[in-house]
């Protein structure tokens, strides 16, 4: 089926579901895919710099903001996403292709528990001083 796939002969490819593709759908397709991975890490790279503000305080006593510069890098990071996402011309230079806006929050549940799991260690390393935690996962 793969090779079927990205054939560009094969312009009438029927998947399990009973559906048709040509081929330029199914590098359009493609290219989305290529698009929400990208957008996806942009939001988790975003929680890795909210978790990386303080090493053992949680980022809730801490005003984030205050930081211009991270707020630019965050600011930043997102601009240059929606332009590799939005702006004409990217589904030739990197296959990237215009995905639509509810997207960017599919990976919001990953941003979610890579805080949680951050703030967990954290707290530990503050209640347990010297355990395991504070050992092996203090960076």
Request: charged letters at 20%; aromatic letters at 20%; glycine letters at 4%.
């Amino acid at each position: 089926f793969r090779s079927a796939w990205e054939s560009k002969g094969v312009n009438e490819l029927e998947d399990s579901y009973g559906s048709e593709w040509t081929y330029y759908q199914r590098l359009r397709q493609e290219w989305y895919c290529y698009t929400g991975f990208f957008v996806s890490i942009v939001v988790c790279q975003m929680a890795d710099t909210f978790i990386r503000k303080t090493r053992r305080n949680t980022i809730f006593n801490r005003n984030f903001f205050r930081n211009k510069v991270i707020f630019l890098g965050v600011l930043s990071q997102v601009v240059i996403a929606c332009f590799l996402c939005y702006c004409p011309g990217m589904d030739e230079a990197l296959h990237f292709t215009n995905i639509r806006v509810q997207y960017w929050f599919v990976s919001i549940h990953y941003a979610i528990i890579i805080l949680a799991y951050d703030e967990i260690r954290k707290y530990l390393i503050r209640k347990f001083p010297g355990c395991w935690v504070d050992r092996e996962l203090y960076y």
